[in-house]
């Protein structure tokens, strides 16, 4: 049996499974470092005597550089490999760990907490690693478990740190247990920097032609590249706001940002000039040429799958709370589904893309998705808790569905230029969760529910000019030799 066909043997901790196992637990790590704040925030504020306003710019700093993140790492990644890249970032996120959990005031709390920002940048990476381990018809089934299992460290985060913190004891305790995810990233760079390849053996890892901005391959995709890079940078724009109105930042220092934001715009744009100059004066050969909008649409699809996510996530308890007069502690474990069924839902989306077809899945997806939100916007009080609880778990669902399906296609669509375009897709999918949750912040939570819906159905419609992925993509080895790389 061809290794395209054989099952996925995950008890297996030999070749690509091995890869899939340490790349998978690589995000898991990354995850926990992120969000090791969140199920410590109350002792954390009792610390420092933090107030709500406080707290607020935490969360919002924790988030604020990961958009920008994903786009550098996944340049980095597609230009060193993911071996150097992901071990570089354990390495580094761990020190900036340590840095959170010795901290003696707000600022240096805040600092660590927007510094810590670039950890959420470590999915680009392994959606290159597993690209390049995977072939095409199980690699939707694979990246949806290395996101779905390594998505996960946020909820492990979550059962495990408060009673390590209640272990240590003292009012310090959360320290020793923030430290302790720093110590175990610290050593899990190294192990995974000694024990994984950039690809199998006797593959080729291809490299960008030049670094500083995607490849396109005509005109059009040139302008149309520039135009979509647009709202990640009105997405910081708006996080800048939201920290004036929490009133981390004055007016003036917005400004400051917002015209740092224009200048850091016109940069990346000439930068993406001088990469792509050639196609002002040549044509690139029809077999060399992908289509820009497979990127534009995949990234829309996960401003709406995974930036929903993040925003439902972090308000779906207080609504129920609110809704129902729940207590906190029920409000969350009526909201939790949410989040759990990740474990299974994203690979499930990754493996009914290589079963079903990949864009027929993406489509199906996004319709129930709308479907779903329009269902959540009519949760009221009067409803039972048993249909709540399954109209949150069938929404959950089809989101999580979705974010599987849309990266079961992102390695399919350029195989040198994977990290970049994995970094945009993700980067759109950090600006839906800032996007969704600025909604909120001036709307009501059934108007939220309704605005993601109708941001479905407009995917919905652009996904319907998906080019489904099918035959070889081609790439070019150093000698100049063509090397076809089956993609159905």
Known sequence: ????????????????????????????????????????LVSIRDTFGLNDQQIKILLILNVALTIPARIIIGMLVDRFGPRIVYSSLLFLSSIVCFYFASANDFQTLALARFLLGIVGAGFVIGIRMIGEWFPARQVGL??????????????????????????FGGEQGWRYAIACTGIITLAYAFLFYRNVRDAPEGSTYFKPNKTGGLEVTSRGDFFFYLVMNVPLYLALGVLAWKLQVLGL?????????????????????????????DIFVKSVPQIYQYRFKQVAILSLAYFVTFGSE??????????????????????????????????????????????????FTLTAVMLGLAVGYFLMSRINSEWSFPLTIATIVCCALFVHLGTGSVFAIVPLVQRRLTGQIAGIAGAYGNA?????????????????????????????????????????????LPDGTVQMIEIT
Not at 458 to 473: H, K, Q, Y
């Open 310 to 359: 993040l925003a439902v996530v972090s308000m779906l308890p207080l609504f129920l709370m609110e809704t129902y007069e729940l207590s906190q502690v029920s409000a969350g474990l009526m909201a939790a589904p949410f989040g759990l069924i990740v474990l299974f839902a994203r690979p499930m989306g990754g493996w009914a893309s290589d079963r079903f077809g990949r864009k």
């Open 432 to 476: 839906g969760g800032v996007i969704f949750l600025t909604v909120l912040s001036i709307v009501t939570p059934q108007i939220f529910f309704l605005v993601i819906a109708g941001t479905a159905i407009v995917t919905l419609l652009a996904v319907l000019f998906l080019d489904e992925p099918e035959g070889s993509m081609v790439e070019v």
């Open 249 to 277: 930042l004055t007016p003036t220092a917005v400004q400051m940002i917002n015209a740092g934001l224009v200048a850091v715009y016109l940069y990346q744009s000439w930068s993406i000039y001088q990469v792509n100059a």
């Open 1 to 40: 049996m061809s290794v395209a066909t054989s099952p996925l043997n995950l008890f297996s901790f030999t070749g690509r499974i091995q890869i899939l196992h340490l790349t998978w637990f690589a995000f898991f790590l990354t995850f926990v470092v992120w969000f090791n704040h969140a199920p410590l």
């Open 142 to 167: 694979a990246q949806g478990i290395y996101a779905g299992w390594g998505n996960f460290g946020s909820a492990a985060a979550a059962v495990v740190l408060p009673s390590l913190a209640l272990v």
